[in-house]
């Protein structure tokens, strides 16, 4: 069976659980982004109107990111701890692997059906059912097609939660494939209105972003002999430098550290409350980011990957520079 079979296969099997679900716990990755809320808000609606209970959570941290607020369908929103144990059908989105769900991947063990729906390149495949399509820009473009197959109208609340995914996964429209604009152009046209929401997602920061910035930016460090001679820029955002910046401020700084002309591959480390850091990674043309985060415990995308560690700075950085190679 070709690739592109077996999706259309799972994807018509997907719709058939979740049709007959007779409750759905629909889980979204930790320090989640508005791909996954998008994914998880635009399915729980869609469920709700077909009259089927569903829960949507994330592991962590307790609050959905501010400029997540505004997207519809966040009363069906719980708190982890009020994730039910026993459950019909869990389905997780936008997630590589059962560890980016948390302490909520207990749930995995305990549910009777496991759909996991993803775009990630290091998908574990971890469900008893993974619609994974690699090519999708965004979970919430595999979504689309589900909906299509599904027979759901999207309407302007359900292409609002898919416009947030499509938009921040793909960079605002920079990484984009034949069919990402017509997607678009279809989301749009239900008269949702994109400027705004694009806005409030990844443009909007607090005065306080800019000194923060300064100071990250102004350590940021080039290792041109890196990755083989093709070169690393890093820059490191420590609790000093954060104060009461809220999650978007810190997951904006990679996105400025990875358009270094002399560097093909960018990482921003990021230390947690709890003292551990969550390291960013990026490339460009010929370095398989998501290949370099698997082999330091995390996952990703080609260009785009990400892994956690509990060592210090230095030695963080001294063990990505030799997995770099
Ligand atoms: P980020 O740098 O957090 O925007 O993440 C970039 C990509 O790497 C996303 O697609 C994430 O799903 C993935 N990623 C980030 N952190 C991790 C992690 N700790 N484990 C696995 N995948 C991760
Ligand atoms: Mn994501
Ligand atoms: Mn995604």
Redesign the pocket.
């Known amino acids: 069976m070709s690739e592109l079979d077996s999706l259309e296969t799972c994807k018509s099997r997907a719709v058939g659980v979740l049709e007959n679900a007779t409750s759905v716990t629909v889980l979204c990755?930790v320090?989640p982004?508005a791909d996954t809320i998008g994914s998880g808000l635009a399915l729980g609606l869609v469920l709700e109107r077909k009259g089927i209970p569903v829960q949507v959570a994330f592991g962590f941290p307790d609050e959905l990111p501010e400029s997540m607020r505004e997207l519809p369908g966040k009363h069906l929103l719980v708190a982890a701890n009020e994730v039910q144990r026993d459950v019909d059908l869990l389905v997780t989105v936008?997630?590589?692997?059962a560890?980016?769900l948390g302490r909520l991947a207990d749930r995995v063990e305990s549910a009777r059906e496991v759909l996991v729906i993803d775009h990630?390149r290091?998908n574990t495949r971890f469900g008893t059912m993974n619609l994974i399509d690699q090519r999708a820009e965004s979970t919430t473009a595999v979504l689309a097609t589900l909906f299509d197959m599904w027979g759901v109208e999207i309407d302007e609340e359900l292409a609002h939660c898919l416009f947030a995914g499509l938009v921040t996964?793909t960079g605002s429209f920079r990484w984009v494939q034949p069919g990402t604009h017509t997607l678009a152009e279809r989301l749009l046209d239900t008269g949702i209105d994109g400027s705004r929401i694009a806005r409030r997602l990844l443009d909007t920061h607090p005065f306080g972003w800019l000194p923060m910035l300064s100071s990250v930016l102004g350590s940021a460090t080039l290792v041109k002999e890196a990755a083989d001679g093709r070169g690393l820029v890093y820059a490191v955002i420590r609790r000093s430098d954060v104060g009461d910046l809220r999650s978007e401020e810190i997951?904006s700084v990679?996105d400025i550290v990875r358009t270094t002309a002399e560097a093909e591959v960018a990482a921003?480390l990021k230390e947690a409350a709890d003292g551990t850091w969550?390291?960013?990674?990026?490339s460009k043309y010929d370095v398989d980011v998501?290949a370099a985060?698997g082999r330091l415990?995390?996952?990703?995308?080609r260009f785009?990957?990400?892994?956690?560690a509990d060592t210090d700075c230095e030695e963080i950085v001294a063990a990505l520079l030799e997995t770099l190679g």
């Open positions: 990755h320090q982004d936008d997630c590589g692997s560890g980016r990630h290091s996964d997951e990679i921003v969550s390291v960013s990674l990026r998501s985060a415990g995390g996952g990703g995308h785009a990957a990400g892994y956690t």
